[in-house]
């Protein structure tokens, strides 16, 4: 049977349910779940939001996703103001712990977590708090198995960068992991402003961090907000970062890469991953540059 690496960009098979609940220590930290509805065993996907946005800007991002076989769950982080960086770090932390007492309790009838299959994701700043995570800088009692950064941030300049500084440490990753940068984001619009995705501390600095196998994409001509839902709205989202024309084709492109990736290091499907990497043509969106060092 041929390989359809393009229908990773499209809406998946399986029908997918939005629900809402509790999750963390004293099940403090609200969380959105997006599943399959479908009786079966599925794949998790632990996703963390960006800087000052909810959890609920990325429904279409992660209806997608889950739509390919995925549970999907995000916490949302603050209420009213942003908290530290470390605080976030903590507190995905005891979400991630929760997970094997609480998760079930939220999901469709005999729709199962597959908690083996436990992936780590983050956007912007919820890119930093997952490396960090990942690389150690607090415990959890589940182990991830791939880690994703969606146009990751670690502050707003070299000099500047969220505790922990991780971009500055030798500490390399020891799990597959796949960033996806926009071609936009390191561009300020607001004079005297630093940019969204800010030279020095952005998805390419992301990616050195990587060890193999890793894997580099570029979405050119979107910007560092445009994988959000297209109602999203505040001021990071429409006022301080650069934007492309469809936030449509930034979220297919992250989407389809995500899965891909997914599918290939959670699934042990490296065929979708392999043809979107040789032929980038496949994607919605142009995608450059792309790199990959594997095993």
Not at 61 to 75: M, N
Not at 173 to 200: N, Q, R
Not at 230 to 253: E, P, S
Request: a neutral charge.
């Amino acid at each position: 049977m041929t390989t359809d690496a393009s229908s990773l960009f499209e809406t998946g098979k399986f029908n997918v349910t939005v629900l809402t609940g509790k999750a963390g220590n004293g099940e403090s930290n609200p969380v959105l779940i997006v599943s399959p509805t479908d009786a079966g065993m599925y794949p998790v996907l632990l996703f963390v939001h960006g800087f000052f946005l909810q959890n609920k800007y990325y429904t279409q991002l992660l209806r997608h996703i889950s739509s390919h076989g995925f549970i999907v769950v995000a916490p949302q982080l603050f209420s009213i103001l942003p908290q530290s960086s470390t605080k976030d770090i903590t507190s995905v932390a005891a979400v991630t712990n929760w997970l094997p007492s609480g998760l079930q309790s939220l999901l469709p009838t005999d729709v199962k977590p597959d908690l083996e299959k436990l992936a780590l994701s983050g956007h912007s700043r919820g890119g930093h708090t997952s490396f960090s995570l990942a690389l150690g800088h607090a415990q959890t009692t589940l182990k991830f198995t791939a880690l994703i950064g969606i146009d990751p941030v670690a502050g707003t300049s070299k000099s500047s960068q969220l505790e922990p500084k991780i971009l500055n440490n030798e500490s390399k990753l020891d799990i597959p992991a796949l960033v996806i940068g926009s071609g936009l984001g390191e561009e300020s619009i607001i004079f005297m402003a630093p940019a969204c995705a800010p030279k020095g501390v952005n998805h390419k600095e992301f990616y050195n961090k990587c060890s193999s196998p890793c894997y580099h994409f570029v979405v050119t001509k979107y910007g560092h907000m445009d994988m959000l839902d297209d109602d999203a709205f505040n001021l990071m989202t429409k006022c301080m970062c650069k934007n492309g024309k469809c936030r449509d084709i930034m979220r297919r492109c992250t989407a389809g890469i995500t899965v891909a990736f997914l599918k290939a290091y959670i699934e042990k499907e490296a065929e979708y991953l392999n043809l979107i990497w040789s032929n980038p043509g496949l994607a919605p969106g142009e995608l450059e540059p792309v790199d990959c060092r594997k095993e």
